[in-house]
């Protein structure tokens, strides 16, 4: 017989988060444990305001899944199907659905990438974040957090600050940038705008997902014009990769807190890979519980965005190091 249970983490960062719609000092997230007898699994919930997810959502639906789920599941596909005939933050459903995974992986002595028939690699090159911040404290933030250890970097961005931003930090490094604006401009011909100030744009490596979700029409006309290669984010949630993201973007990025579970996730890559495009696995800022979990599927993945944890002050789960910018299994020396 199962039994579930969540409970909530609050963790502080090493620095103020701000991104274009937010800015935060800590992060609370959730951990899902399912136990049966001995063996326990656990799953984090890193939920986020942007889909509309908050702390009292996440508990409200928690006790809806706990009330309603059966004592007993046969299998992954089985807790799969019924969380689909729930109403739950696809955060939530990744907690759960991968809680449930890691108890099976330890109940039957297999990898989670054996049960999701996937692969994995030893260590990913991943990028650190730099929130946005005034610019003359740049430099220091760059020489304090060590960055000039990472091989790319990815720049957080609002309209109003961005060429300025990127700027000073091309002037202060020599690696690649990615590009985040977070929806924070109004059409393609602003972002064109703002790509067209730059005199050599071979260092942006991406421009991470310039538009609101809802700008369909501006996307289309942006990725007609655009000199740069272009990753969707905010637009890739829980749905299939079809025609929709080939015809806007040239890339996906792929996080299991959006797509609700790793069978999606898994699902989504693929999709992408077949209709060509590059992908991505992202995250939310996140334990190493939750960052570990992408790591699970990260065989075949083109770029990696996965430095949640490295954002906190403290990691209480410690499931994954970073070297170099290099994230791997701690267990892997």
Same mark, same amino acid.
């Given at each position: 017989?199962?039994?579930?249970?969540?409970? =909530? /983490?609050?963790? +502080?960062?090493?620095?103020?988060?701000?991104?274009?719609?937010?800015?935060?000092?800590?992060? $609370?997230?959730?951990?899902?444990?399912?136990?049966?007898?001995?063996?326990?699994?656990?799953?984090?919930?890193?939920?986020?305001? $942007?889909?509309?997810?908050?702390?009292?959502?996440?508990?409200?639906?928690?006790?809806?899944?706990?009330?309603?789920?059966?004592?007993?599941?046969?299998?992954?596909?089985?807790?799969?199907?019924?969380?689909?005939?729930?109403?739950?933050?696809?955060?939530?459903?990744?907690?759960?659905?991968?809680?449930?995974?890691?108890?099976?992986?330890? /109940?039957?002595?297999?990898?989670?990438?054996?049960?999701?028939?996937?692969?994995?690699?030893?260590?990913?090159?991943?990028?650190?974040?730099?929130?946005?911040?005034?610019?003359?404290?740049?430099?220091?933030?760059?020489?304090?957090?060590?960055?000039?250890?990472?091989?790319?970097?990815?720049?957080?961005?609002?309209?109003?600050?961005?060429?300025?931003?990127?700027?000073?930090?091309?002037?202060? %490094?020599?690696? +690649?940038?990615?590009?985040?604006?977070?929806?924070?401009?109004?059409?393609?011909? =602003?972002?064109?705008?703002?790509?067209?100030?730059?005199?050599?744009?071979? $260092?942006?490596?991406?421009? =991470?997902?310039?538009?609101?979700?809802?700008?369909? =029409?501006?996307?289309?006309?942006?990725?007609? /014009?655009?000199?740069?290669?272009?990753?969707?984010?905010?637009?890739?949630?829980?749905?299939?990769?079809?025609?929709?993201?080939?015809?806007?973007?040239?890339?996906?990025?792929?996080?299991?807190?959006?797509? @609700?579970?790793? !069978?999606?996730?898994?699902?989504?890559?693929?999709?992408?890979?077949? !209709?060509?495009?590059?992908?991505?696995?992202?995250?939310?800022?996140? %334990?190493?519980?939750?960052?570990?979990?992408?790591?699970?599927?990260?065989?075949?993945?083109?770029?990696?965005?996965?430095? @949640?944890?490295?954002?906190?002050?403290?990691?209480?789960?410690?499931?994954?190091?970073?070297?170099?910018?290099?994230?791997?299994?701690?267990?892997?020396?």
């Amino acid at each position: 017989m199962f039994s579930w249970s969540i409970k =909530e /983490l609050e963790l +502080p960062l090493k620095f103020t988060w701000n991104i274009s719609r937010n800015s935060s000092d800590i992060k $609370r997230n959730f951990i899902v444990t399912v136990r049966n007898g001995s063996i326990q699994g656990s799953g984090e919930v890193a939920f986020n305001v $942007r889909y509309g997810e908050n702390r009292d959502l996440i508990l409200e639906k928690f006790e809806e899944f706990k009330n309603a789920a059966p004592l007993d599941f046969n299998g992954v596909e089985n807790v799969v199907a019924f969380l689909d005939t729930m109403d739950l933050p696809q955060s939530l459903k990744f907690g759960i659905e991968s809680s449930f995974v890691h108890y099976v992986s330890i /109940l039957s002595d297999k990898t989670v990438s054996q049960l999701m028939a996937t692969s994995t690699v030893s260590s990913v090159k991943t990028s650190f974040s730099i929130p946005i911040m005034e610019t003359d404290k740049v430099e220091n933030f760059i020489i304090s957090n060590n960055l000039d250890r990472f091989s790319v970097l990815k720049v957080k961005v609002n309209q109003q600050n961005a060429f300025e931003f990127c700027k000073e930090i091309l002037k202060l %490094t020599k690696v +690649p940038l990615r590009i985040d604006a977070n929806e924070s401009f109004d059409s393609a011909l =602003e972002v064109m705008k703002f790509l067209d100030r730059f005199s050599d744009l071979s $260092r942006i490596e991406f421009l =991470e997902q310039p538009l609101s979700s809802t700008l369909h =029409e501006e996307a289309l006309k942006l990725k007609k /014009l655009s000199p740069v290669f272009l990753m969707a984010d905010e637009s890739v949630t829980k749905e299939d990769i079809n025609n929709y993201f080939v015809e806007r973007f040239d890339g996906v990025n792929i996080k299991l807190m959006k797509s @609700g579970g790793y !069978l999606k996730a898994v699902k989504q890559l693929r999709q992408a890979k077949i !209709l060509g495009l590059k992908t991505m696995l992202g995250c939310m800022i996140e %334990t190493s519980l939750g960052i570990s979990s992408a790591l699970n599927i990260s065989g075949g993945v083109d770029f990696f965005d996965l430095d @949640g944890s490295l954002l906190l002050k403290e990691d209480p789960y410690k499931l994954v190091s970073e070297e170099n910018g290099k994230i791997f299994f701690s267990y892997i020396q």
